[in-house]
């Protein structure tokens, strides 16, 4: 798997990678993550504790965990991993890493199998997303199949990047159950509490959190909002509050570690999420299961992940948000609402067992397609626009070259084959649990690990 966007980072696409690629070890697949390395010594060759191998390719960051894209200087050291660890399918994951685009050109390019995963949903007008827009299709030309969130998000993967909706397959996220148990005991007395966890940012519909929050203040005198998260948007959330005297009714708790989610989300009876775009929403399922009853705007694939007995959707507008969470609140307070029941609900819903099941059946789908011959390969990249498919034939065709360069001055028998590595602590009773527990602690390497990693980072 292949992702700027992995541990010690902490987001929907990390967990997704993480627990994907435990469930698939587990069914005895051999998995590695390559991602960029992470300041101040997060470099090299970590095995994280359900088993993962990750390599960490020093490569320099240019804003939010992206690299930036230089399409030719990662494939010394992809190739050299490719061969090294025996990899037959390379899986990219999300629209906005550089190194998942670049991976699957160059496993493309060796002849390798490749599967992508698109975890967000992105416009066509504004310039940044036509920019993407036009990258993914150019990274997607010559793919095995792809793989979505949610429907919603299927429909705009396959516009954005004109594929064929036989290609693209849905599998949604899931959640870890045993980590969300509803526990009571956190819930104050005397106050309903409001909990928002996310980024603080304007896609997040941070706005209309702040022109909701006011007006159910006034309405509901027992109401506390809790909201967990940070981002450019959080001096505003701070002026309102200053400027309706909330002080002592919305808490900012800042940006809340994986291990505190949990902790972060008991608090609370109900969950508010107002984002204006949202391809799945894993924070939604999660405070589900943690028992709270949710109110989320309509966008996206937010009315695909819950039931409507559930859930309460609105509109991103702020009357309807009003709306929804008036409704919410009394449905809480009539004693209607049963966390344990909504736990249970949303355990028998989504399971990373069941994600990773349905992904193998993905992956013996790309293993039988048929390998394209160089000419086939050029052709769809020349589909791909007026220009932009003269520059894709250009790019594409160097990279061939390349790869012959490659082979010339490291041949593949030069490279040493490396078995598989399973940590003993994983025994088989742990791998037929239905999912595995997060946790971020990262094994010491092998000493020959380590060695054969500083020869390799040096070609």
């Not at 949604?172 to 159950?177: G, I």
């Not at 106050?191 to 509901?220: E, F, Q």
């Not at 900012?252 to 989610?261: K, N």
């Amino acid at each position: 798997m292949v992702s700027d966007f992995f541990y010690p980072n902490v987001g929907g696409v990390e967990g997704h990678v993480y627990f994907l690629g435990g469930r698939l070890l587990s069914m005895g697949h051999k998995v590695i993550v390559i991602t960029h390395a992470y300041a101040p010594d997060r470099v090299g060759v970590r095995y994280l504790s359900n088993g993962l191998k990750v390599y960490h390719v020093p490569y320099q960051v240019i804003a939010r965990q992206d690299t930036l894209p230089n399409f030719f200087s990662l494939f010394p050291t992809l190739r050299s991993i490719l061969i090294r660890e025996q990899i037959q399918i390379v899986h990219g994951h999300q629209a906005l890493s550089s190194m998942a685009h670049e991976g699957i050109l160059h496993a493309r390019t060796m002849g390798l199998r490749t599967v992508f995963t698109d975890h967000s949903l992105f416009g066509f007008s504004d310039t940044a997303s036509i920019l993407t827009n036009k990258l993914l299709r150019f990274a997607l030309s010559d793919i095995d199949t792809v793989v979505c969130v949610s429907h919603t998000g299927k429909e705009n993967t396959t516009l954005r990047a004109n594929l064929d909706p036989k290609k693209v397959s849905v599998i949604p996220n899931a959640v870890v159950a045993n980590q969300f148990l509803p526990d009571p005991s956190r819930v104050e007395h005397g106050r309903l509490t409001v909990v928002v966890l996310s980024r603080l940012m304007y896609r997040k519909g941070i706005d209309l959190l702040i022109a909701a929050i006011p007006r159910l203040c006034a309405a509901h005198r027992d109401l506390y909002f809790l909201i967990g998260g940070d981002g450019p948007k959080r001096v505003e959330l701070e002026q309102m509050r200053e400027r309706y005297l909330l002080q002592d009714r919305v808490e900012l708790c800042g940006a809340v570690r994986q291990g505190e989610v949990h902790d972060h989300l008991t608090r609370g009876s109900i969950f508010l999420n107002t984002s204006l775009t949202e391809a799945f929403g894993t924070c939604i399922i999660e405070a589900a299961c943690a028992g709270l009853f949710v109110v989320s705007t309509r966008v996206g694939g937010v009315p695909e992940v819950l039931p409507p007995s559930m859930i309460r959707l609105a509109k991103p507008e702020e009357d309807d948000v009003v709306r929804a969470m008036d409704d919410a609140i009394a449905y809480v307070r009539a004693g209607k609402h049963d966390p344990l029941a909504y736990h249970n609900a949303t355990k028998k819903m989504y399971s990373w067992t069941d994600v990773a099941n349905r992904l193998d059946r993905v992956y013996q789908q790309a293993m039988e397609n048929d390998f394209p011959r160089p000419s086939e390969r050029l052709a769809r990249y020349y589909a791909g626009g007026l220009i932009a498919g003269k520059i894709f034939v250009i790019i594409v065709a160097v990279d061939m070259l390349f790869l012959k360069l490659l082979e010339w001055w490291l041949p593949d028998r030069n490279i040493d084959r490396c078995p598989a590595y399973r940590p003993e602590h994983l025994g088989n009773a742990k791998e037929k649990q239905s999912d595995l527990n997060f946790d971020s602690s990262a094994r010491d390497l092998p000493t020959e690990e380590a060695n054969d990693l500083t020869e390799l980072l040096s070609c």
